[in-house]
């Protein structure tokens, strides 16, 4: 398990924050249609936190992405480094998620984010943010859609509806399993929105999220555990970054 310190140069209030962002947004790419889904490697990231101790624990979980099974993983824990502020989760997160990420022993391919990416308010989610500090190929899937409206998708697993922002479309909602509430897929960075929504049904062969969202989140779950040596106020992040 890797021990992260918050970088000296990193954002410390709101308009900071939303200063890289606007940055940092202008390099995202979303015209590249990303890696054939079901082929080479592709990794899950997620977080815990322990608000309470100001412990933030990060999950990167590399499976092979035709059989699914994990090929690697890292955990990463350090203190919290931003305040919780709706549209900025991501400065909480990213230093101790990109510590998990360079401390796996193999490339992680695609990574896939559990939150959002275009489909955000100032359409710099997570995945797109990470995206463009790694270069990676990323996406979001999450399991709610934000501030954002949608129809419900057709019954059958596949089938889609356009997730809004008004008249834009900034994601879909995406059906994984017949009947089951669809999850929200956005772009991140270097992936088209129809790629994310192909790489998502590839990883939910059986349950309504997908494998690399399923193993990072135990992952995480068992480092904040591990880190905080089971205390009580142990709890998720929440759902909107």
Same mark, same amino acid.
């Given at each position: 398990?890797?021990?992260?310190?918050?970088?000296?140069?990193?954002?410390?209030?709101?308009?900071?924050?939303?200063?890289?962002?606007?940055?940092?947004?202008?390099?995202?790419?979303?015209?590249?249609?990303?890696?054939?889904?079901?082929?080479?490697?592709?990794?899950?990231?997620?977080?815990?936190?322990?608000?309470?101790?100001?412990?933030?624990?990060?999950?990167?979980?590399?499976?092979?992405?035709?059989?699914?099974?994990?090929?690697?993983?890292?955990?990463?824990?350090?203190?919290?480094?931003?305040?919780?502020?709706?549209?900025? $989760?991501?400065?909480?997160?990213?230093?101790t998620v990109l510590?998990?990420?360079?401390?796996?022993?193999?490339?992680?391919? $695609?990574?896939?984010?559990? #939150?959002?990416?275009?489909? /955000?308010?100032?359409?710099?989610?997570?995945?797109?943010?990470? #995206?463009?500090?790694?270069?990676?190929?990323?996406?979001?899937?999450?399991?709610?859609?934000?501030?954002?409206?949608?129809?419900?998708?057709?019954?059958?697993?596949?089938?889609?509806?356009?997730?809004?922002?008004?008249?834009?479309?900034?994601?879909?909602?995406?059906?994984?399993?017949?009947?089951?509430?669809?999850?929200?897929?956005?772009?991140? /960075?270097?992936?088209? $929105?129809?790629?994310?929504?192909?790489?998502?049904?590839?990883?939910?062969?059986?349950?309504?999220?997908?494998?690399?969202?399923?193993?990072?989140?135990a992952l995480c779950?068992?480092?904040?555990?591990?880190?905080?040596?089971?205390?009580?106020?142990?709890?998720?992040?929440?759902?909107?970054?």
């Amino acid at each position: 398990m890797t021990t992260v310190r918050i970088p000296e140069d990193w954002p410390a209030t709101e308009e900071q924050a939303r200063a890289v962002q606007d940055a940092l947004r202008e390099r995202v790419v979303l015209d590249e249609p990303g890696p054939p889904p079901g082929t080479g490697r592709v990794t899950g990231v997620d977080v815990a936190y322990d608000d309470a101790r100001d412990v933030v624990a990060a999950a990167a979980v590399v499976l092979d992405a035709a059989s699914l099974d994990v090929v690697a993983e890292a955990t990463a824990v350090g203190r919290i480094s931003f305040p919780y502020v709706p549209g900025l $989760l991501a400065f909480r997160e990213i230093p101790t998620v990109l510590a998990a990420l360079d401390a796996l022993p193999c490339a992680p391919g $695609l990574v896939v984010c559990d #939150g959002y990416g275009f489909a /955000h308010p100032r359409r710099f989610g997570l995945a797109s943010h990470l #995206g463009v500090l790694t270069g990676l190929p990323t996406i979001g899937v999450a399991k709610n859609p934000f501030t954002f409206t949608y129809d419900e998708p057709d019954t059958p697993r596949g089938s889609t509806s356009a997730l809004l922002a008004g008249s834009e479309e900034v994601g879909r909602a995406l059906r994984t399993r017949d009947g089951v509430k669809p999850v929200f897929v956005s772009a991140g /960075h270097r992936v088209s $929105l129809a790629g994310a929504c192909a790489h998502t049904l590839a990883l939910t062969p059986a349950y309504r999220l997908p494998e690399t969202t399923r193993k990072a989140d135990a992952l995480c779950r068992e480092a904040l555990r591990q880190a905080c040596a089971d205390g009580p106020s142990t709890r998720r992040r929440p759902a909107s970054r």
